[in-house]
């Protein structure tokens, strides 16, 4: 059984401050929730203190990107190392708005997705293709591409550890989530990749997300599908009340 994972992706947004605040409302509430694993994604310079907001709570820490050299004349960039010393436990790879916005291809994915989990980290890679690749009928082409490219020498061991968010890009901040057929139909193509390359029994292990638009009205829809394990949220995550509404609802489907 598949534990479902629900991780606040907080990108650009929130002061220390802030996301002290933020964290403090979510552990308060979610303290008790044992079926779902909670993790909080915000931006660097505010993991530190979220890691002291959730220690020895049921909540875990995730980065939001991370180069893949241990360290180097690389400005502006932060190694797995440090985000390992900081405190956290995952890491968010090859998002969307890294593609459209910072150049990154299935390659540096790959790079980031191997030099993490050689370190210890758990990554949340994602996938998914924009709204005219799905339009043309290249949608599986594009997501089989990005599984494939970011798994490269990836071996069956280190899967387990691996998560895979789809996160079809016309569904991100849109407003407009995938529906849970349409979900699932992707999801399942998915497994079905994972099961090529590392067997039946393996692929049944890996968790895949699901993201795009993801509020507590769909929440219970979506992660219902047998092959979708939780959720990566973006703006319903700025709030602890949606937020908390997120995982109190998919502990409900659980169980
Ligand atoms: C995201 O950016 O990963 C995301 C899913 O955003 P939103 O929930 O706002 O669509």
Not at 110 to 126: D, H, T
Request: net charge negative.
């Amino acid at each position: 059984m598949r534990k479902p994972i629900i991780a606040g992706n907080w990108k650009m947004h929130k002061t220390v401050e802030e996301a002290i605040v933020l964290a403090n409302a979510i552990k308060r509430d979610v303290f008790d929730i044992e079926d779902v694993e909670i993790v909080l994604c915000p931006p660097f310079t505010s993991l530190g203190d979220v890691k002291d907001v959730i220690l020895e709570t049921n909540i875990s820490l995730g980065a939001q990107n991370m180069h893949w050299e241990a360290e180097g004349a690389k400005t502006g960039e932060i190694s797995s190392k440090m985000l390992k010393q900081i405190g956290c436990k995952y890491v968010i790879i090859g998002h969307s708005e890294r593609r459209a916005y910072f150049g990154e291809t299935n390659q540096t994915v790959n790079n980031k997705v191997g030099a993490a989990l050689k370190e210890g980290l758990f990554p949340i890679m994602c996938v998914g293709e924009k709204l005219e690749e799905r339009e043309s009928g290249k949608a599986f082409d594009i997501i089989s591409g990005h599984i494939e490219g970011g798994l490269v020498n990836i071996g069956p061991e280190e899967i387990l550890n691996l998560v895979i968010a789809y996160e079809p890009v016309w569904a991100i901040g849109t407003g407009k989530n995938a529906t849970p057929d349409q979900a699932q139909e992707v999801h399942k193509f998915i497994r079905g990749l994972l099961a090529k390359k590392y067997g039946k029994d393996t692929s049944e292990k890996i968790r895949i997300q699901y993201g795009g638009s993801v509020k507590p009205s769909n929440i219970e829809s979506l992660i219902g599908e047998k092959d979708i394990d939780g959720a990566l949220v973006g703006g319903a995550s700025l709030k602890s009340e949606s937020f908390v509404e997120l995982v109190k609802k998919s502990s409900q489907v659980v169980k």
